[in-house]
């Protein structure tokens, strides 16, 4: 789909189309509907992000406490979204090994325990060493930095979501 197709889409369909790319916040994307016409890609992520940050903290700790746990586990239990279990499985999420599925269940209740909501990475840009590298120094960052960070990742996440529902401008002109 390109963006002019984006701009005509009754809001129903938007949210259809569009109301995962931050994970389980369709409630995002309704409120960004009203933000149309988007003049690109670019735009409608700009007014995504804008909406993010517009949030009070409460509400940005909201959208972490939606987020899946990376344990690998839930990768069979099939209680994950397409988009989420897709990109575990691209991280390599799927072929952890006994210990390592131990040691990341341990970091994720560690870090669950400390900051009070689920430890969030753009999974498709990481590996599963860069993972439990990233959530073992994260944990010891100071709260307002983690949650800083773990939004940016949630950015990242609806980046890539975004870059495979619409094509960018540059290859409409081929
Ligand atoms: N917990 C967590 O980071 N989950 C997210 N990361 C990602 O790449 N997809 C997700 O659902």
């Not at 960004?32 to 700009?46: G, I, T, Y």
């Not at 406490?65 to 990376?70: A, G, K, W």
Request: include cysteine; aromatic fraction near 6%; charge should be negative.
């Amino acid at each position: 789909m390109d963006i002019g197709s984006v701009n005509y889409l009754p809001y129903e369909d938007f949210v259809d189309v569009f109301g995962n790319v931050v994970e389980k916040c369709p409630l995002i994307t309704a409120a960004v509907w009203s933000r149309r016409p988007f003049s690109s890609l670019a735009d409608l992520e700009a007014s995504i992000n804008d909406f993010i940050d517009s949030l009070p903290e409460s509400g940005k700790e909201g959208i972490l406490r939606v987020h899946p746990d990376l344990t690998g586990r839930d990768l069979q239990s099939e209680t994950l979204t397409r988009e989420s279990r897709e990109e575990q499985v691209q991280a390599g999420l799927d072929t952890l090994t006994t210990a390592e599925v131990s040691r990341m269940a341990r970091l994720n209740t560690e870090y669950k325990d400390h900051f009070g909501f689920p430890f969030v990475i753009c999974a498709r840009m990481n590996n599963k060493a860069t993972i439990l590298r990233q959530l073992e120094e994260r944990l010891r960052n100071e709260r307002t930095i983690e949650r800083a960070c773990a939004i940016d990742e949630v950015k990242k996440i609806c980046h890539l979501r975004l870059q495979g529902l619409v094509v960018p401008e540059t290859s409409n002109k081929l």
